[in-house]
T-cell receptor
């Protein structure tokens, strides 16, 4: 049972455009939703995270939008740059501390 | 570098051999996690420690896998009698929060295992 569903699987945007990646979860016990960025051959690096007491969180060009009733959350990357080209993973965590990850989105930003 | 470190970064072994990986968490982080990531997939939880106690193990962690965290510092993950299906990236993460809520996990660079 896949508890966190992520889409799209891959995404191509032009430099300066907006990248949007969506995730949906099933377990209502989740209370922590981070996004990780991973470059080839590297470990995942935390990008931004949100808890369900807020509907949006912004850090620089990265914004998480959270819809608790729909059990969905999304990552928006504004003014996308070629250096943002990487694989992005959403994840969800609850009181048992472990993270459940989506399958990832390969983002390519063309110059 | 004060981040999570893992050793070795790459390991190639023959089927049936035993391998051991090491993870050094961020200093004073009390929680340490192991995940496995296969190509094209997100990391999957294997096990985690709070200090030296191993508190949860995934069903993915067969009896060929064992993890330890002596003295609550570094951790080792051993795979006995490796199989080709064990080929993956093994990721370690650490975190440090006293509360009962999931907290920020910082990942190491991973150990890439190839079983021939």
């Amino acid at each position: 049972q896949q508890q966190v569903k992520q889409s799209p699987q891959s995404l191509i945007v032009q430099k300066g455009g907006i990248s949007i990646i969506n995730c949906a979860y099933e377990n209502t016990a989740f209370d922590y939703f981070p996004w990780y960025q991973q470059f080839p051959g590297k470990g995942p690096a935390l990008l931004i995270a949100i808890r369900p007491d807020v509907s949006e969180k912004k850090e620089g060009r990265f914004t998480i939008s959270f819809n608790k009733s729909a059990k969905q959350f999304s990552l928006h990357i504004m003014d996308s740059q070629p250096g943002d080209s990487a694989t992005y993973f959403c994840a969800a965590g609850g009181s048992n501390y472990k993270l459940t990850f989506g399958k990832g989105t390969l983002l390519t930003v063309n110059p | 570098d004060t981040g999570v470190s893992q050793d070795p970064r790459h390991k190639i072994t023959k089927r049936g051999q035993n391998v051991t990986f090491r993870c050094d968490p961020i200093s004073e982080h009390n929680r340490l996690y192991w995940y496995r990531q296969t190509l094209g997939q997100g990391p999957e939880f294997l096990t985690y420690f709070q200090n030296e106690a191993q508190l949860e193990k995934s069903r993915l962690l067969s009896d060929r896998f064992s993890a330890e965290r002596p003295k609550g510092s570094f951790s080792t993950l051993e795979i006995q009698r490796t199989e080709q299906g064990d080929s993956a990236m093994y990721l370690c993460a650490s975190s440090n929060r006293a509360s009962g809520r999931t907290d920020t996990q910082y990942f190491g660079p991973g150990t890439r295992l190839t079983v021939l």
